[in-house]
């Protein structure tokens, strides 16, 4: 079974820093295209960031500047840096990732279980 399993998630002050993490384990062949999404209480999910295999990012308005995406191919890990957290990034996180898998082949677009973001003002 693929799965992806987020870590990194707390409580920080306004101005601090967290990192995410999210690995995927299992029969996997290869990933595509990996992101962060973040849903906040009563609202819509929506992208936060996200990256290729080649490394190509894409950032929300709302984080260009303060948030940086990163993979390790070889670990099949992404990562988000989050500097100077404003309440307004407090949000539960989702790792996502398009993953070609074996046993048997077949083409997943997977979800983490989220973590929570807290950011106090």
């Known amino acids: 079974q693929v799965r992806l399993v987020e870590s990194g998630g707390g409580l920080v002050e306004a101005g601090g820093s967290l990192r995410l993490s999210c690995a995927a384990s299992g029969s996997v062949f290869s990933i595509n295209t990996m992101g962060w999404y973040r849903q906040a209480p009563d609202k819509q999910r929506e992208l936060v960031a996200s990256i290729t295999r080649a490394r190509s990012t894409n950032y929300a308005d709302s984080v260009k500047g303060r948030f940086t995406i990163s993979r390790d191919n070889a670990k099949n890990t992404v990562y988000l840096q989050m500097n100077s957290l404003e309440p307004e990034d407090t949000a539960v996180y989702y790792c996502?990732?398009?993953?070609?898998?074996?046993?048997?082949?077949?083409?997943?677009?997977?979800w983490g279980q989220g973590t929570l973001v807290t950011v106090s003002s």
């Open positions: 996502n990732a398009q993953i070609t898998a074996l046993s048997p082949y077949r083409e997943l677009n997977l």
